[in-house]
């Protein structure tokens, strides 16, 4: 199946790193050829707290691909924010059949040159980062295969923009896909222990992994069975 | 087979096959079927998977709620009947978990550790289409037996072809978009259980019985409802106060 697909497209990010870009821009042109699509965007949820900088900062493959992210966030709707509200991708293969869907975005969105829009959330559960929009400029579904690597690659994003959030570079690819419901469960537990977000939580929990050396789901289990308790200095 | 449990069958068949609905909801129709599995079939626990499209595979619903029912399909990531159906397409069982250690290493003595001693996976497809796997769980030796293992095959059956209706001219499109809104619910559920967990100090079987019981009380979709206490805006005392065994607390 897509075993091998999650380690090709791994090693494919690493091996265009040119440390000076972003990991989220390098991840949109690889997007780009993956998926055979015309350009890709990354539209970020401004969060309270969220520095200036990252909320200006562009992710995107190229100036229209640029151009439908700022018309999104200007207008307020669009597949991008759609998938961030319903933690699902929305795959729009003729945006013309969708302007009563979203009226403010399509017109202006299919005048700059887009026919088709496919967006991935960049979710994981009560956690939203933002989405990957991909455009092409022909309109027409996405294969299964692109939409499996579209999966994978908005997953990576995902991580790309946790470890920036957290102040770090990129690191353990697919380390999000490596987590289960007790995960999640032990992320709940510490938002309400802590007072801090489900973001938060989770990379506070993934911080005291790294930090004692253990995995991940081994930290999880002992917070469920309350056989540790992560405190504020942890 | 007496004319009641005929007619509970026929109505659970045309449960299953209604699912040309605007507001049909995966999360809460598969776990619609796996209730109905363990209503119906001589089984101890039910529980779906699907695929996630990335090369793995989901728990989507299952019957229970107690974790170590949950844990056997995180492990099923590694190794288990699930994974082997999926791949193959076709029915994975076993009649003896404790003589299948060496087949499923992780999987096994997860499964024997719960309490079943016996399994069965089926396929969720629809011709080439392998969308996940129903997988059965016995806790008396013996294996799942013949006319539950048809039936379930038959229930996954009419539940697939219920999920794959959905599709519109292109393939893909509404059904993953269906799945991957099912993968997403499921995890924010799992959130909210642990948010519930901590503020109640009650485990996770009785934070999501609180949860689907405020949920059922008050009309609200289970994953919608479940959003709201994983993003912080729900009244979490208001959702315990419904809760059965509010006495039943977790270890320290």
């Known amino acids: 199946m897509t075993g091998n697909h999650r380690l090709r497209l791994h090693a494919l990010l690493a091996v265009n ?45 190229d100036a229209v691909a ?53 967006a991935f959330p960049l979710t994981l559960g009560a956690i939203a ?33 946790l470890a920036e959030v957290a102040g770090h570079a990129p690191d353990d690819l697919g380390w999000i896909s490596d987590i289960h419901a007790e995960v999640h469960q ?48 942890s | 087979m007496n004319d009641h449990h005929e007619q509970r ?17 995966m999360l809460e129709f598969l776990s619609m079927l796996v209730e109905r599995c363990v209503e119906l079939l001589d089984v101890a626990a039910a529980g779906v998977v699907l695929s996630d499209h990335k090369g793995g595979l989901r728990m989507a619903a299952a019957s229970s ?19 082997d159906c999926v791949r193959t397409g076709v029915p994975v069982y076993s009649a003896d978990l404790a003589a299948d250690e060496l087949r499923w290493p992780r999987f096994a003595p997860a499964a024997l550790a719960a309490g079943f001693v016996a399994t069965h996976a089926v396929p969720m497809r629809l011709r080439r289409n392998v969308i996940g796997a129903l997988n059965l769980f016995k806790a008396e030796p013996d294996g799942v037996d013949e006319a539950s293992v048809r039936l379930g095959q038959a229930l996954a059956d009419v539940a697939t072809i219920g999920m794959l209706q959905q599709r519109a001219i292109d393939d893909n499109t509404i059904l993953v978009e269906q799945l991957q809104t099912a993968l997403n619910s499921r995890v924010v559920i799992e959130q909210a259980k642990g948010v519930l967990s901590a503020h109640g100090g009650v485990d996770m079987d009785h934070a999501f019985a609180a949860l689907r019981g405020y949920a059922r009380s008050h009309n609200l979709r289970l994953s919608a409802l479940a959003f709201t206490v994983a993003d912080g805006t729900a009244d979490l005392r208001a959702i315990m106060a419904g809760a059965d065994h509010p006495a039943r607390r977790a270890e320290q």
Not at chain 1, 79 to 88: D, E, F, H, N, V
Not at chain 2, 15 to 23: G, K, R
Request: proline share 3%; hydrophobic share 50%; charged share 20%.
């Open chain 2, 65 to 83: 709620e107690q974790a170590r029912l949950v844990e056997l399909f995180a492990v099923q990531a590694d190794d288990g009947p699930c994974l």
């Open chain 1, 129 to 161: 980062l933002g989405s990957l929009d991909c455009y092409r400029t022909t309109s027409g579904a996405l294969s299964g295969d692109h939409v499996a690597s579209a999966l994978i690659l908005a997953e990576m994003a995902f991580e790309a923009l």
């Open chain 1, 186 to 233: 032990a992320s709940g537990m510490v938002m309400y222990q802590l007072g801090i977000s489900m973001q938060a939580a989770l990379l506070r929990i993934r911080a005291y992994a790294y930090a004692h050396e253990l995995a991940v789901a081994v930290v999880a289990r002992r917070i469920v069975d309350r056989s540790l308790l992560l405190d504020t200095e």
């Open chain 1, 17 to 61: 790193g040119n440390h000076s870009v972003s990991a989220l821009t390098r991840i949109c042109s690889l997007a780009v050829m993956e998926l055979q699509v015309t350009g890709v965007g990354v539209t970020l949820v401004s969060r309270a707290g969220a520095s200036d900088a990252q909320q200006r900062l562009v992710h995107a493959s």
């Open chain 1, 66 to 118: 640029a151009r439908l992210e700022d018309l999104q966030l200007t207008v307020g709707e669009g597949p991008g924010l759609a998938a961030i509200t319903s933690g699902a991708p929305v795959l729009v293969p003729d945006l013309s059949a969708a302007r009563s869907r979203w009226p403010a975005f399509c017109p202006d969105a299919q005048s700059v040159g887009a026919a088709a829009m496919f």
């Open chain 2, 9 to 25: 069958l026929a109505r659970v068949f045309v449960e299953l096959a209604d699912t040309l609905v605007d507001d049909f909801d």
